[in-house]
Each structure stands twice: as C-alpha cells, then as structure tokens.
C-alpha cells in the first residue's frame, strides 16, 4: 500500500527561528499534497494545498509568506514555518494523493515553539 | 462550501453493543465521502470510501444524498475499535481537497 513519512515527528524551536517539516510519498508519485494542522481536540483544518511544479494554494486565514510550501518533486513536499512563534505550536499533517492509492496521511509533527 | 458535521464529540458504548457514528454534509454537488480512523498514537488511516461500497472490520457506511449523511455502523462494537473516527469530503468543486469533520472519540467499554 501507499505510505507516506513526514519528518520529523517532534520538534522543538526557539522562537524567531524556522523549522522545515519535510513529506515524502515513499512509493508512489504524489501529484497533489496537503498541509493540515490540527489543534488539541480539534479536527483537521486544511492550509494549503500543493501542486508538483507549481505554487501551493493557501486557505483562507493563512500566511503564505510564514507558511512555506515546496513541492519540488512527485514525492516531496516540504513545510517550512519561517520565524515561528509560540502560538504556531501545533500538530502539523499531511496527505499525499496518488492516482491510486487516493489519500495518504503522514504521521505528524508535533512543533513546540518555546 | 463544502462542510462536513459530526454531531457528536464522544461516543461510549459496551462491547457487543452497537454503534453508529453520525455524519452530515453539505456540497453543492457529487462528493465523495470518506471515513478515517486514528487508533492511539498512530496516524491518520483510511477506513472506507463510500464508492467502493465496502466493509471494513465490520463498519459499513452508506451515502444517504436525500438526507445528506453518511453515518458509520457497526453492528457489534469491539474493544479495539476505540479510537477517534473522522468523516471527510472530497469533492471537484474544491480542487478535491479534503474537509474533514471535527470528528468523534469512540470508546468500547468492556
């Protein structure tokens, strides 16, 4: 089956600094990946969507220029949270869609920002 | 817009009992419904899509387009299907973009 690694699990940053959250589609080719994060008790919220080769579409409510999406390749798609602060402290997931396989989800990183 | 409700936060059952996850929608057209399940401590995972019409571990869901829902059962709760139960929406009109529901905690209790 499809299987998705997000990388890493749990990280912990200073504020001001960033820290890149990396997503790959280990055997697969995925031509459309997903950012989501997730608050304690809450459900999924999506933040952008992002196409291979192309600009990621961000949801309503969401920084672009803190919230950095690559999508370099069919199976890497990589987050960057650019001068974090406490408040993006959060659970981050994302989903790889394949031709095939529809939608698969990482496993999570959980960002402190202290 | 595309929505997806799950009225209940936490639902607790006995083993043996069954169950029935609740879950409404609203999409301006064909979507495509999903269910997902988090055990504890693992990721997000697929456990059925109603177009393949499918069970899986004993969980049916039928798309009801009248009433706009597409409510999880099954008819004989086990222990170890405590977990938390997410019902998603893909449809063409948002890019087929996943919307998922804020999701229901269900606990099987021995």
């Known amino acids: 089956g499809a299987v998705v690694s997000q990388h890493p699990s749990r990280v912990i940053c200073k504020s001001g600094t960033s820290v890149k959250i990396e997503c790959r589609s280990l055997?697969?080719?995925?031509?459309?990946m997903f950012w989501y994060r997730q608050f304690p008790k809450q459900s999924l919220m999506l933040m952008a969507t992002s196409n291979e080769g192309s600009k990621a579409t961000y949801e309503q409510g969401v920084e672009k220029d803190k919230f950095l999406i690559n999508h370099a390749s069919l199976t890497l798609s990589t987050l960057t949270v650019t001068s974090a602060h406490p408040e993006d402290s959060s659970f981050y997931i994302c989903?790889?869609?394949?031709?095939?396989?529809?939608?698969?989800f990482g496993s999570g990183t959980r960002l402190t920002v202290v | 817009a595309q929505r997806v409700t799950q009225p209940e936060k936490l639902l607790s059952v006995f083993k043996g009992a069954p169950v029935e996850l609740k879950c409404n929608y609203s999409y301006s057209g064909s979507p495509e419904l999903f269910w997902y399940v988090q055990y504890s401590r693992q990721r997000l995972q697929l456990l059925l899509r109603h177009i393949s019409r499918e069970s899986i571990k004993g969980f049916t869901a039928d798309l009801n387009k009248g009433e706009t829902s597409f409510h999880l059962k099954k008819p004989f709760a086990q222990e170890e299907d405590s977990a938390m139960y997410y019902c998603a929406l893909s449809g063409r009109n948002a890019g087929n973009m996943l919307t998922f529901g804020g999701g229901t905690r269900l606990m099987v209790k021995p």
């Open positions: 055997d697969f080719q995925a031509t459309t």
């Open positions: 989903s790889a869609r394949g031709q095939r396989y529809g939608y698969t």
